[in-house]
């Protein structure tokens, strides 16, 4: 990997930001935080395998975005609403509603050509749409593509993902317990075949996600957690928190700062998978909140938000080019902030990964 740091592209990119990647992502101390497929190398099941097409227009985008010029890095699209799990925190209608194909792959196309390097197909559960494939196909070797799903990946299915490009499968998994995941994610069984799916993902030859959303009740129990998905095959886990306006439901400042950890430690343990907390995330340690200025999602609707938690509308795909719908957001969020604006806890700075990327 020590080859990555020769490509041209990469040496266009401020020097500090260049030591700030080899701090977090190759986490030195675990050498299996760095994985072979296809013959290639992968750091995470978010970012695209090194070398390849998709890996130079990530660094695209970073180049881009040092210059003051960001693209919409991360695209998140709700292909459905359909799903016939009841998780208490999902903010999807329960009125199923399909986003239209065509539409979408018009959007899609527009979308490389504004430099995106990662489509994540989600829902509801994705896994009912048919066309998912023909999706997956059309964002092309220039991108990542994965999906994130609550539902069923049977082995047919983990193989044709695969076969039209797609990287990895994040599954929904909220506990490790099986009476508990069935409780929280509102359907018997659901343990099961979120299990069975990740073993037909990792054996179709593709990286196994999973995610959970973490409660003050069961922030504890993260600990066996991570290592129970690690032993079943789980590459990376996706830690998020909840944003209700319930106040009880939010998490506390400690607790917060807990998930910070976490995400550390990970780079050391290797009874944890590689794992990504979105408290960290949205820190000034590391990204921070990055919503409609180098990420967008695209509901089932065709509605345009900032992200899947800020219900913040600048356009529908039906009625307007998503290239012009992209530059009137990302013209209201020309910088990333330390926090979440969902949470509404941001700070007017710059995090970590911009100060050292985006030269003044």
Not at 26 to 42: A, H
Not at 207 to 232: H, N
Not at 248 to 269: G, H, N, T
Request: hydrophobic share 35%; aromatic share 10%; with cysteine.
């Amino acid at each position: 990997m020590f080859k990555l740091f020769l490509n041209k592209k990469v040496r266009a990119l401020p020097w500090r930001f260049k030591l700030f990647i080899f701090k977090h992502y190759f986490s030195l101390g675990r050498s299996d935080n760095i994985q072979n497929i296809d013959g290639k190398k992968v750091l995470s099941i978010y970012l695209p395998l090194f070398p390849s097409k998709a890996f130079d227009t990530f660094l695209d985008a970073q180049i881009k975005a040092s210059k003051g010029k960001p693209v919409p890095e991360i695209v998140n699209i709700s292909l459905t609403s359909g799903c016939r799990n009841e998780c208490w925190h999902c903010n999807t209608p329960n009125k199923r509603e399909d986003l239209d194909t065509e539409v979408l792959l018009k959007a899609i196309e527009e979308l490389k050509e504004l430099g995106t390097f990662q489509f994540l197909f989600t829902g509801g559960n994705p896994i009912l749409i048919d066309d998912v494939e023909e999706l997956i196909k059309a964002t092309g070797d220039s991108t990542v593509a994965l999906v994130s799903t609550p539902g069923f990946v049977d082995r047919e299915r983990a193989k044709s993902l695969k076969e039209v490009g797609c990287q990895g499968v994040l599954v929904g998994l909220e506990h490790h317990d099986e009476e508990k995941n069935d409780e929280i994610m509102g359907c018997s069984g659901a343990y099961r075949r979120s299990l069975k799916s990740i073993k037909n993902v990792r054996k179709a030859g593709m990286l196994a996600g999973s995610w959970i959303v973490v409660t003050s009740d069961r922030i504890s129990e993260l600990d066996e957690y991570l290592k129970f998905v690690k032993k079943k095959g789980v590459t990376d886990v996706a830690i998020f928190e909840p944003i209700l306006e319930e106040s009880e439901q939010l998490l506390k400042v400690d607790e917060r700062e807990y998930l910070k950890e976490i995400q550390k430690v990970a780079r050391r343990e290797r009874t944890y998978p590689r794992i990504i907390s979105g408290p960290f995330m949205d820190s000034e340690e590391f990204m921070g909140c990055t919503a409609g200025y180098n990420r967008l999602h695209i509901s089932e609707k065709g509605d345009v938000f900032p992200c899947d938690m800020l219900r913040e509308g600048w356009g529908n795909i039906y009625e307007k080019d998503i290239k012009d719908i992209w530059s009137e957001m990302n013209h209201r969020y020309s910088e990333p902030i330390c926090g979440c604006l969902a949470l509404d806890n941001t700070e007017d700075r710059l995090p970590e990964y911009y100060r050292n990327l985006i030269k003044r």
